[in-house]
């Protein structure tokens, strides 16, 4: 069965620091996507990630893909309170699966 | 038009009850989701629908009953709930149908917040 882990689960970080989410999977695939989650608010897509060695970027946010080692990172350069939210990946095998989310909280 | 549109936004409902929930795309989309999520947990799919037949069904419960009456509408009909079912109901849209619509990028509604009393 797919495993998707997230680490951390929680990540409080001040504005202005960076830092990476990870994301690994237990089994082949060469697609994964990141969304974002606000409190009671549905999935906004990120990134959508389509082969090893794929990287995307948006504003302060930059994912990465790597098949052969079965991860990926969202790096967050000098946070700003507005990207406090639950991030997941999904990663794409017969079906989509979710990670268990990362929850951001980003303070002056 | 890129939005998947959920009605009702929030539910609240007996154990006896019967209620839907609906969900309207008009993206041209031919595979359309429904995933339920609990409180700070990831979404878990229920159901998958390609060309408007079921294609997936992830063991649910029969109190939970999909619906898709055409390309644009699906519609998750409710009976007989129980309070453990309580959660956030997600409906999906992707391009793409049959198993290459896992490969999409999914659109995801606002979310129907459900309250099983």
């Known amino acids: 069965e797919l495993k998707v882990e997230q680490n951390p689960l929680f990540l409080s970080m001040q504005e202005g620091k960076n830092y990476t989410i990870y994301c690994n999977y237990s089994?082949?695939?060469?697609?994964l996507y990141w969304y974002r989650q606000d409190p009671g608010k549905s999935l906004e897509s990120l990134f959508v990630?389509?082969?090893?060695?794929a990287v995307k970027q948006e504003g302060r946010l930059m994912a990465s893909l790597d098949t052969k080692a079965r991860l990926s990172t969202l790096h967050i350069t000098a946070a700003v309170h507005d990207l406090s939210a639950t991030y997941f990946c999904?990663?794409?095998?017969?079906?989509?699966?979710f990670g268990t989310g990362t929850r951001l909280q980003v303070f002056p | 038009d890129t939005e998947v549109t959920q009605t009702p936004k929030h539910l609240v409902m007996g154990m006896t009850n019967k209620k839907s929930l609906k969900c309207e795309q008009h993206?041209?989309?031919?595979?359309m989701y429904w995933y339920k999520q609990k409180a700070k947990k990831p979404p878990e799919l229920m159901f998958v629908?390609?060309?408007?037949?079921?294609?997936i069904n992830e063991s649910v419960p029969s109190r939970f009953s999909p619906e898709c009456p055409n390309s644009s509408l699906l519609n998750l009909h409710l009976h007989a709930l129980q309070p453990e079912d309580s959660a956030l109901y997600l409906c999906?849209?992707?391009?793409?149908?049959?198993?290459?619509?896992?490969?999409?990028?999914?659109?995801f509604g606002s979310g129907t917040q459900l309250s099983v009393l």
């Open positions: 089994t082949t695939s060469d697609r």
């Open positions: 629908y390609s060309y408007e037949k079921l294609s």
């Open positions: 999904a990663v794409n095998t017969d079906k989509l699966i």
């Open positions: 990630l389509l082969s090893n060695g």
């Open positions: 993206m041209g989309h031919r595979a």
């Open positions: 999906a849209s992707s391009q793409d149908a049959g198993w290459g619509a896992q490969n999409e990028k999914l659109f």
